[in-house]
């Protein structure tokens, strides 16, 4: 494959993960953070990866592979993003915003939450790289909603780090180290599959990121946008993230 083609796709890896930073940047700016907003974004960014999942990558891989092997790499996407989640639990956003506690509890909960959510960002930036290589339309609406998502991820991170140290530039760093790691995932990515990809081998991935999008929306986002008595905003959100997605793909 031509190596010209894997910069774009990697580059969109790396905006995508950089976005934690705007994350880090909101919290020096405003001190009232409104949830609705949060919600929306959320929604819709579990409503793009999940329509695209189901409508797109899915049923593109089992057009080419079959329904058995595009269903057990779709499972197996699912599966490795769910050890993951046992093995690191991601704490998020709302139990870091508004949290009381002492310097030293708030930056060990800040470490933590960095290094949770660059664990998880890591098989994000495989979904990204590989969409973005057979499809490099869909790649940018994958990396725009997972863009969004990362915001309040980064929120997550710099808000209790922020307050513990005072500094402003330990919060952004750790923001971006825990964002780094979707352009890292992207980068294992090449190294292990460049030199094996074709048709068959995209399609498994397809489906295998599927299934990443999928968990990571019904057990992350979509919960976590829910989490208040105005949660028909994140379902508003969720119904314009699939007819983002859905015109989007009328439109290729």
Not at 73 to 92: K, R, T
Request: proline share 4%; glycine share 8%; net charge neutral.
């Amino acid at each position: 494959m031509d190596n010209a083609k894997i910069w774009l796709p990697l580059l969109l890896c790396f905006l995508a993960g950089i976005f934690t930073v705007v994350g880090s940047l909101i919290t020096f700016f405003i001190r009232d953070f409104k949830r609705s907003h949060l919600q929306f974004f959320l929604g819709l960014s579990g409503g793009v990866m999940i329509y695209v999942s189901f409508v797109e990558f899915l049923p593109s891989s089992i057009h080419t592979i079959g329904a058995l092997k595009a269903n057990i790499a779709f499972f197996g996407g699912i599966s490795l993003v769910m050890l993951i989640d046992f093995l690191v639990p991601h704490e998020y956003i709302a139990e870091k915003i508004g949290t009381k506690t002492c310097d030293k509890k708030l930056m060990a909960a800040g470490i933590f939450t960095a290094l949770g959510i660059g664990i998880h960002n890591f098989p994000e930036g495989l979904a990204v790289f590989m969409s973005a290589l057979v499809n490099i339309k869909l790649g940018v609406a994958l990396a725009i909603a997972i863009a969004l998502h990362n915001i309040p991820e980064g929120i997550a991170v710099a808000m209790p780090i922020f307050y513990a140290t005072k500094s402003r530039r330990k919060a952004f760093w750790y923001s971006f180290l825990s964002g780094f790691a979707e352009p890292a995932g992207a980068v294992v990515a090449i190294l292990i599959l460049m030199p094996f990809i074709n048709s068959t081998v995209l399609s498994f991935s397809l489906a295998f990121v599927a299934g990443i999008m999928v968990f990571i929306s019904f057990d992350e986002l979509l919960p976590l946008s829910c989490q208040s008595d105005g949660y028909h905003i994140s379902i508003f959100g969720v119904i314009a993230g699939m007819a983002i997605m859905a015109v989007s793909l009328i439109l290729m």
